[in-house]
């Protein structure tokens, strides 16, 4: 559902195995997902479990952090 609500806008939907990459040995061997939520290339949300209310706020309240400063008049004295 997100991703085709999304589609289009600048955000991207990652499946990712754990096993093999050394930043998320750390989540190895859980039974549930984990999402993980980045802007920027910064981590701002961790999700555990398919919480969906959850997922759709914290998705929400990023898209609209994106939007806002799309929407920011650029610095000219830069």
Avoid: N
């Amino acid at each position: 559902k997100f991703y085709t609500d999304y589609t289009g806008q600048p955000i991207k939907f990652c499946r990712i195995q754990s096993d093999g990459i050394e930043w998320l040995k750390k989540y190895q061997g859980k039974c549930k997902p984990i999402f993980l939520l980045f802007v920027d290339a910064e981590l701002v949300h961790r999700v555990e479990g398919i919480i969906t209310p959850t997922l759709e706020k914290h998705i929400t309240s990023i898209m609209k952090t994106l939007k806002a400063k799309k929407d920011e008049p650029e610095d000219k004295d830069k």
